[in-house]
Each structure stands twice: as C-alpha cells, then as structure tokens.
C-alpha cells in the first residue's frame, strides 16, 4: 500500500486509490481512511495539474500563461515530487522520524512530511483552471472556445496573491509573479528596444496592428503599418500614459527602420551626433540597443509603478537624444506649425484675402458661358478646386521682390493643397471622443461645394503630426474662411456704394434733378433698415474675427511655441522672410536660426510624443475656445453666414434694378419698378432673420460665459502650463467679447 501511495504522489495513477476511497475497501480504520484520503487527493492534484500544465504549455495562445504553466510543473511540482522521493528515502532508510518500532510506517508522519502542500495545490489548481477558462480541450490540447484569460489579468491576478496573508503561497505566487512580469518584459523589450511585435503570443500583447493595409514605402513592397494600443490587454499597474509613451518607442522605431534613417531626411550639421554614422550605415536601433537594455534591466520583480515609468521614460528620452533628434529637430516643427498658423489659421491676411477672391472667381466662371445650363459645367472638379490654390499661391509670390524669399509659402506649395472633400470614415480617431456625426460644417461655403485644405506628411513630420490632426486644422480653416468670405462680400457692398455715378442727361434739367432726389431719398428711406442690417453683420464679424484671431489663435499659438523652445512673441514677419543668398547658403543645412530657436533651446529638445500631445491640446482648446465644439453656436452661425451671403448678393442685384428704375423715373409702373419691389420685400425678411440670429448668437454666448466659469485664457493657462492665466496674456475670454459686442447699445432687436 505505501508503494501504490508513493506511486499516486509522484504523480502516476494508480487503481488502488481512487480521489475517495470507497466505503468497503478492507482492513483500514476511520482514521486511517482519513489520512489515506488527504495523500491520495495530494497525488491526484498532481496528477491533474501535470496534465493541465501539459495542455496549457503546448496550445495555449498566451505567451505568459505558458510560461507559467511551465513554472508550476518545472519548479513547484518538481518540488513536490523531491518531497515524495525525500519521504520515500527516508522510509527505506528506516529514518526514526518515519518508521517506528518493527518497521511500522505510521500514516501519520507521512501526512506529517506533506503539510502545507494542500494548500498549494490547490492554489495551482485554481491557476491551472483559470488560465484553461475559455478554452475546449480536445485530445490534450486546448483550443480557443470563448474568452479566454489574458496575460494581463494573469499579472493582475497575481500581485493580489502576494497579500493574501499564507507565507507559503505568498512566496508562490511571488516566484510566479516574477515568471509572468519576465515573460511580460521580454514581449516588451521586443517592442521598445527593435520596434516589432513579438512573433509569439502577438494577440496577448496590448500593442496591435491597426486594421487595414497600411501605407506603402515608395516602390517597394514593404507596408508601412500604423499601431494601436489595448487598454485591456494592460497590466494594471501600467497607466495610460506609460501605454502611450510605450506606443510612441515602438512605432518610432518600426517607421523609422522602415523608412530609413537620417539619410533620408538630411539633419542640419549642427543636429549630427555620434549616432549618425549608425543610422545611416545600420538599423537605428542597433544603436541604442546597449543603452536602453540597461534601463530595462534594472527592474526587478514585483515591478513599481515608479521605477517602470522612470525606465521607459529614459528609453523615449535617449530614443529622442539620439535617433529622433537628428530625425526631427524641433525647429522644423515650428516651421511646420507656422505653416498651419499662416494658411489653416488664416494668420497671414493676404491669403485669405486671395483665396477667397480665387474661389469667387472660380464660381464665375463655372458659370460664365453659353452652356451654364448644362449640369456637366455645374459640377466642381478636382482640377478646379486645385487651381484655386495654386492660383493664390502664384499671386502671393508676385508680393516679393527679387531679394526677398518666402520659405514659408515654398514650404506651404510643397505640402497644402485645396481638394474636394472625400469620406473619412477610414480614418481613425485616436482620442475616445470622435467628432459627432452630424457636426456642422463649413467646407462647402467657400467654393460651393464640400472641399478640404490638406497638408501632405511627409517622413519623418508623421512622428509629429497625424492626419486627425490635419483634419481638425481643415475644420478650422472651414470655419475661418467662410466667415472671412461673407466679411468681404459685405463689405464689397459699400465699396461699390460709393463709386455710384450720376445718370447722364440730368445735370442741366433741374425739374428733372429735383424728382431723382426726392426718389433717392424716399429710396434710402426705405433702405435704411437693410444697410443697417448689413452694417451690424459686419461689426459682428469684423469683432468675432478680431477677438478669434487676437484673443485666442494668437496667444495660445505662441504659448505652443514657446514650449517647443521658441519665443512666444515673435514675429511671423520676420522670421519668413530672408534674402536668397542667406536662404541658399543655409539650404544644405535645413532651416535658419530666424525661428528663435537657441542651441540651448534644442539641446533640451523634449520627444516629439510630448510635442505632439501639446499640440493636441492646442487643436482641443482651439476647437473649443472658437466655439466649434458648442452644441449650438456652429448651426447658428452657419444660418447667419448663409443669409448674409444671401444678403449680399440680394442688395448688389438692387443696383441694376434701380439703374432701370431711374432711367424710367416718370414711368413708375414699368417691370424694373416692380422686380425692386419683390427685391425689397425679401430683403427686408432676409434682415429680419438676420438680426435673430445675432440676437440668438449672443444670447448664446451669455450662456457660454456662465457656463464656463474660468475664462479661456485662464483654460489656456492651464493646459500649457499648469497655472491660471492672470487676463493679460490674452487667450480670449468671452466676457471681452460680449463687452465689445455690446448687443444692446447696437440695436440688435428686431424691427
């Protein structure tokens, strides 16, 4: 019988000790029954968890639970199975501790040798039987059939065992924990130290490829792939932000061993570093291997938040010191930036002027002809909407002299162009909160149809910018040149108010002089209430632009220059304008130092994940703070855009109709009489509209006011430096704006 019992404990089967002995097996006593039941259950836990372990290890698709499972047969089980053969050794040798008086094997001091080991058994057991949770076993081997457990919540699962308060299972599960978080750092290392996915257990790591067939790598073959991060596949101990720097190294490395290393994009001499010579001549992260397996293998088991974040914070900053500072230097983000300031953000004012001029002219001429009626010539096309831009684009370089050179507008020619818009629902958002579905836009008030400015990224901008980020600067461009158009064609309006001429004919006729100004006064007197209208239109826009352009776009743009290291007050004038001589001297060398940018400044250079997530915040506060994230104020204000643009062309078909009029003054009856009849009619309810919808727009930027309780300077203050804005940077409260509105003082009721 003892035999059998060792036999059964060492892990082997055997006929004569079922999990319960039976009722009628001879010859043993209560307590011996007892005793025979608690050894027989330790071998035949064993005997499952060899099997579960077996099962888990050769199919499970965890990398971790694997490597547990091979933990707890190859240490924990192996040390059961040292016990038995100690036990057993100590029977044969007739040890006194075990064998008494004539050989007599007492079953007590047997059970005596296992104490403990129940507990830890059935500790694995439970393991064994979460990480098969999910899975069907058929023939031995496990298959997916459900959820299965992640290597995440293993981790998880463990770092709470290690306080369950057994000295003993605490110290398995330490040893465990040690197995998993290993397992864990090698899928890791894999990751932040090469930039690839690991080849086993991919699906359990919680960085993914996105889905779709990723972008192809000039004439090759090769797809550049983009990555996504699972928020359920992390450890808990992992924050979100050391998942997204963790991000950030990886797909660094991947684009940039695919792409290729400073070769590619030239660095300015001043940039290279020792590092250089092995971008240019190996993999880039061959060179940085050494280093950044240091920082990894200080920790230790069970891993600290602290010192895990400390550790990839080291790696993404000798990744940015080295490799992605020669890459991308900060002063080639300014440019960039200054680029979506000037043409996006509408900051250079004689490019919005010209691009709304050109796509006026565009709409003219589509229908300008002897075959307007056809609907093939009343269909934007792709070459149109381009021709605009490059037309503007043409008239802006005629501005310079010949020593002058705008590196700017090069750059802008180089990567923005203007296109039809096309649906976007591939693209995808990386911030939880996507832009609502029926969000109100402006692309189509410019030209008439739905059209989008694009900015092209080029290696190595695409560590910097994404194209979610494009699109919210399109948005912004939409909502900016719409109502910079409806501004100028109201204004147009007095513009050719005053180049009026007298009629001929009428000089030398005084009878005839006296009834054309009676009728001209009676007329004025009837259009005293559209030209007032106009007139506050256009105070609300001229102050609404104002305060966008001064209060929030300005100050809130130099605060994010400043923290990549240039001066917030400076100058766009200054800075992109240089004479050629000074430009082709520097051309090898990337762009000059007229950025503000000090050796200092880019010595200190943070990484672009940082740089780019004030960025993102920018685009936030932007979206925000120019009212375009209101539930409200956008389809109003789209409502008062479109009525004033129906105002204005309204009142310049006045002109012709009252030309008809005062040429047949003594008739009048006659058809143009009555066509500036109907005319003034839906004026006049045109400005009724209007003026609601002013009235509408103010009322709900009272709300905004109250609602937000701190200003958008002091929010500007705090998302770019932590601290409340004192009011006099700027960064645009709205309590300046209603007082500069001053609806009532205005006359904004209706009449």
Same mark, same amino acid.
Not at 403 to 412: F, G, S, V, Y
């Given at each position: 019988m003892l035999h059998e019992l060792f036999i059964i404990l060492s892990g082997h089967p055997s006929p004569l000790f079922a999990p319960h002995l039976p009722a009628t097996f001879p010859l043993v006593s209560p307590s011996e029954r007892e005793l025979l039941n608690s050894l027989s259950s330790l071998g035949n836990s064993?005997?499952?968890?060899?099997?579960?372990?077996?099962?888990?290890?050769?199919?499970?698709?965890?990398?971790?639970?694997?490597?547990?499972?091979?933990?707890?047969?190859?240490?924990?089980?192996?040390?059961?199975?040292?016990?038995?053969?100690?036990?057993?050794?100590?029977?044969?040798?007739?040890?006194?501790?075990?064998?008494?008086?004539?050989?007599?094997?007492?079953?007590?001091?047997?059970?005596?040798?296992?104490?403990?080991?129940?507990?830890?058994?059935?500790y694995l057991e439970g393991l064994t039987n979460l990480m098969l949770s999910g899975l069907s076993v058929v023939n031995g081997i496990a298959a997916k059939d459900g959820e299965w457990i992640k290597g995440a919540q293993l981790i998880n699962r463990l770092r709470k065992d290690i306080h369950t308060g057994y000295p003993t299972l605490e110290q398995v599960s330490l040893h465990l924990l040690e197995v998993a978080e290993t397992a864990w750092l090698r899928q890791l290392s894999t990751w932040v130290l090469y930039g690839r996915l690991p080849n086993l257990g991919g699906e359990d790591f919680f960085v993914a490829e996105k889905e779709g067939d990723g972008e192809r790598v000039g004439d090759s073959d090769v797809m550049l792939k983009d990555f996504k991060a699972e928020k359920k596949l992390l450890p808990e101990f992992v924050t979100d932000e050391i998942a997204s720097s963790?991000?950030?190294?990886?797909?660094?490395?991947?684009?940039?061993?695919?792409?290729?290393?400073?070769?590619?994009?030239?660095?300015?001499?001043?940039?290279?570093?020792?590092?250089?010579?092995?971008?240019?001549?190996?993999?880039?992260?061959?060179?940085?291997?050494?280093?950044?397996?240091?920082?990894?293998?200080?920790?230790?088991?069970?891993?600290?938040?602290?010192?895990?974040?400390?550790?990839?914070?080291?790696?993404?900053?000798?990744?940015?010191?080295? @490799?992605?500072?020669?890459?991308?230097?900060?002063?080639?983000?300014?440019?960039?930036?200054?680029?979506?300031?000037?043409?996006?953000?509408?900051?250079?004012?004689?490019?919005?002027?010209?691009?709304?001029?050109?796509?006026?002219?565009?709409?003219?001429?589509?229908?300008?002809?002897?075959?307007?009626?056809?609907i093939s010539n009343s269909i934007l096309k792709e070459g149109e909407v381009a021709a605009v831009l490059t037309r503007t684009y043409g008239i802006l370089s005629s501005f310079q002299n010949e020593e002058i050179h705008d590196e700017r507008l090069d750059l802008a020619r180089d990567h923005v162009y203007l296109s039809l818009q096309k649906p976007k629902s591939d693209i995808p958002f990386p911030s939880a909160k996507k832009p609502s579905k029926d969000a109100t836009s402006f692309s189509d008030l410019l030209l008439g149809a739905p059209v989008c400015l694009n900015y092209q990224i080029a290696w190595p901008m695409e560590l910097f910018l994404t194209q979610s980020d494009v699109d919210k600067?399109?948005?912004?461009?939409?909502?900016?040149?719409?109502?910079?158009?409806?501004?100028?064609?109201?204004?147009?309006?007095?513009?050719?108010?005053?180049?009026?001429?007298?009629?001929?004919?009428?000089?030398?006729?005084?009878?005839?002089?006296?009834?054309?100004?009676?009728?001209?006064?009676r007329r004025a007197q009837k259009e005293r209430f559209i030209w007032a209208t106009a007139g506050l239109v256009v105070f609300f826009l001229e102050t609404l632009g104002a305060y966008w352009q001064g209060e929030v776009i300005e100050p809130s743009f130099n605060r994010l220059i400043g923290i990549l290291g240039g001066p917030r007050g400076q100058r766009k004038n200054?800075?992109?304008?240089?004479?050629?001589?000074?430009?082709?001297? @520097?051309?090898?060398?990337?762009?000059?130092?007229?950025?503000?940018?000090?050796s200092k400044s880019l010595e200190s250079q943070q990484d672009p994940e940082s740089l780019s997530k004030a960025h993102r915040l920018f685009l936030n506060f932007l979206l925000q703070a120019l009212f375009l994230s209101d539930p409200t104020f956008p389809n109003t204000y789209r409502q008062l855009l479109e009525i004033s643009q129906n105002l204005s062309a309204w009142i310049a078909r006045l002109e012709p109709l009252h030309n008809l009029v005062d040429l047949g003054v003594d008739k009048p009856k006659d058809t143009g009489a009555s066509e500036v009849s109907d005319q003034m009619a839906e004026l006049e309810?045109?400005?009724?509209?209007?003026?609601?919808?002013?009235?509408?727009?103010?009322?709900?930027?009272?709300?905004?006011?109250?609602?937000?309780?701190?200003?958008?300077?002091?929010?500007?203050?705090?998302?770019?430096?932590?601290?409340?804005?004192?009011?006099?940077?700027?960064?645009?409260?709205?309590?300046?704006l209603l007082m500069r509105l001053n609806w009532d003082s205005m006359g904004g009721g209706e009449a």
């Amino acid at each position: 019988m003892l035999h059998e019992l060792f036999i059964i404990l060492s892990g082997h089967p055997s006929p004569l000790f079922a999990p319960h002995l039976p009722a009628t097996f001879p010859l043993v006593s209560p307590s011996e029954r007892e005793l025979l039941n608690s050894l027989s259950s330790l071998g035949n836990s064993h005997i499952a968890l060899r099997q579960q372990c077996a099962q888990i290890a050769s199919s499970h698709p965890s990398t971790i639970a694997k490597a547990l499972a091979s933990a707890v047969d190859a240490y924990h089980l192996q040390k059961f199975r040292d016990q038995v053969v100690k036990v057993e050794a100590s029977v044969l040798k007739r040890e006194s501790g075990v064998v008494g008086g004539y050989d007599i094997v007492a079953l007590s001091s047997v059970k005596k040798e296992f104490d403990g080991w129940d507990r830890i058994l059935q500790y694995l057991e439970g393991l064994t039987n979460l990480m098969l949770s999910g899975l069907s076993v058929v023939n031995g081997i496990a298959a997916k059939d459900g959820e299965w457990i992640k290597g995440a919540q293993l981790i998880n699962r463990l770092r709470k065992d290690i306080h369950t308060g057994y000295p003993t299972l605490e110290q398995v599960s330490l040893h465990l924990l040690e197995v998993a978080e290993t397992a864990w750092l090698r899928q890791l290392s894999t990751w932040v130290l090469y930039g690839r996915l690991p080849n086993l257990g991919g699906e359990d790591f919680f960085v993914a490829e996105k889905e779709g067939d990723g972008e192809r790598v000039g004439d090759s073959d090769v797809m550049l792939k983009d990555f996504k991060a699972e928020k359920k596949l992390l450890p808990e101990f992992v924050t979100d932000e050391i998942a997204s720097s963790i991000l950030f190294i990886g797909r660094s490395l991947s684009h940039v061993r695919i792409r290729g290393g400073a070769s590619l994009y030239a660095p300015a001499a001043k940039y290279k570093s020792s590092t250089a010579a092995t971008l240019s001549g190996s993999s880039p992260e061959l060179g940085l291997l050494p280093t950044n397996l240091a920082f990894l293998q200080t920790l230790r088991s069970p891993l600290v938040p602290q010192k895990f974040s400390s550790a990839i914070a080291s790696i993404r900053l000798s990744l940015s010191q080295h @490799t992605l500072h020669t890459l991308l230097p900060s002063q080639k983000i300014v440019d960039v930036l200054y680029v979506f300031r000037e043409f996006f953000l509408l900051g250079r004012g004689e490019f919005a002027i010209t691009v709304v001029a050109q796509a006026d002219e565009s709409v003219r001429n589509r229908f300008r002809g002897k075959n307007t009626a056809l609907i093939s010539n009343s269909i934007l096309k792709e070459g149109e909407v381009a021709a605009v831009l490059t037309r503007t684009y043409g008239i802006l370089s005629s501005f310079q002299n010949e020593e002058i050179h705008d590196e700017r507008l090069d750059l802008a020619r180089d990567h923005v162009y203007l296109s039809l818009q096309k649906p976007k629902s591939d693209i995808p958002f990386p911030s939880a909160k996507k832009p609502s579905k029926d969000a109100t836009s402006f692309s189509d008030l410019l030209l008439g149809a739905p059209v989008c400015l694009n900015y092209q990224i080029a290696w190595p901008m695409e560590l910097f910018l994404t194209q979610s980020d494009v699109d919210k600067y399109d948005r912004i461009f939409g909502y900016l040149a719409a109502s910079r158009k409806c501004l100028i064609k109201l204004q147009e309006l007095w513009y050719k108010r005053r180049k009026k001429t007298a009629l001929p004919g009428l000089a030398n006729d005084r009878t005839a002089s006296n009834k054309r100004r009676d009728a001209l006064n009676r007329r004025a007197q009837k259009e005293r209430f559209i030209w007032a209208t106009a007139g506050l239109v256009v105070f609300f826009l001229e102050t609404l632009g104002a305060y966008w352009q001064g209060e929030v776009i300005e100050p809130s743009f130099n605060r994010l220059i400043g923290i990549l290291g240039g001066p917030r007050g400076q100058r766009k004038n200054n800075s992109r304008k240089r004479k050629r001589s000074d430009s082709m001297a @520097t051309a090898r060398d990337g762009f000059s130092d007229d950025s503000g940018l000090s050796s200092k400044s880019l010595e200190s250079q943070q990484d672009p994940e940082s740089l780019s997530k004030a960025h993102r915040l920018f685009l936030n506060f932007l979206l925000q703070a120019l009212f375009l994230s209101d539930p409200t104020f956008p389809n109003t204000y789209r409502q008062l855009l479109e009525i004033s643009q129906n105002l204005s062309a309204w009142i310049a078909r006045l002109e012709p109709l009252h030309n008809l009029v005062d040429l047949g003054v003594d008739k009048p009856k006659d058809t143009g009489a009555s066509e500036v009849s109907d005319q003034m009619a839906e004026l006049e309810e045109g400005c009724r509209q209007a003026r609601r919808l002013l009235g509408r727009l103010v009322e709900r930027l009272h709300e905004v006011d109250e609602n937000r309780g701190k200003g958008a300077g002091a929010l500007v203050g705090l998302i770019m430096h932590g601290e409340e804005d004192d009011g006099s940077g700027g960064g645009g409260k709205v309590d300046r704006l209603l007082m500069r509105l001053n609806w009532d003082s205005m006359g904004g009721g209706e009449a």
